[in-house]
């Protein structure tokens, strides 16, 4: 049975620290831009989100209720989504399921369900938005912007020879 609820806010990926699934070595990262969080919170507004959640609800195994209780707890919210440099994938990982639910089988199906949102949500923008490739390039060597102007080759016009002016050439 589809769940028929309203699609709640994308995640807020911003203003992140290091992801919690992350497996590669926080030492070497040059910085939190390596996650590319700001590219994929974008992605997620112009309507991975959307589309993957209404795909999501279609098979959920959820309530109502249930679905309220995380989304009043924030849990949609919090899924963290990141690209892992080291594995070079898109990951995603779940947050914590809230202590005031204290069944295990249904902490257990929320952990299933958001886990399967999540692999939706990864999925989508891997096959919808990015047709299988991201849309950046991981280049260690980058230099920082410096916020000078790049310098632009001047455009000139190619210079023209009119015939009797001595410019011909003698191979023409």
């Keep these: 049975m589809a769940l028929d609820v309203e699609v709640p806010n994308p995640p807020d990926l ?6 919690a699934g992350f497996e590669g070595d926080v030492d070497e990262l ?6 590319h969080r700001a590219e994929l ?33 924030g849990c949609f919210e919090a899924l963290d989504l990141y690209w892992d440099p ?15 639910v204290d069944d295990e ?9 958001l886990s399967d949102l999540c692999d939706v949500v990864v999925e989508m923008i891997e096959d919808a938005y990015w047709e299988g490739e991201p ?11 410096t916020g000078e102007p790049a310098f632009e080759e001047e455009s000139r016009p190619e210079p023209t020879f009119e015939e009797g002016q001595g410019n011909e050439s003698e191979f023409e």
């Design 14 to 19: 911003t203003n992140r620290g290091v992801p």
């Design 135 to 145: 849309r950046w390039t991981d280049d260690i060597f980058e230099e920082e912007p």
């Design 105 to 113: 089988v249904t902490r257990s199906l929320f952990r299933t369900e």
């Design 86 to 100: 080291s594995a070079e994938r898109l990951r995603a990982d779940v947050p914590s399921i809230p202590t005031d």
């Design 41 to 73: 919170e974008q992605v997620l507004r112009d309507g991975a989100w959307q589309e993957a959640f209404r795909e999501w609800t279609a098979y959920t195994d959820l309530s109502e209720v249930e679905y309220r209780t995380l989304r009043d707890h």
């Design 30 to 35: 040059a910085s939190p831009a390596v996650f």
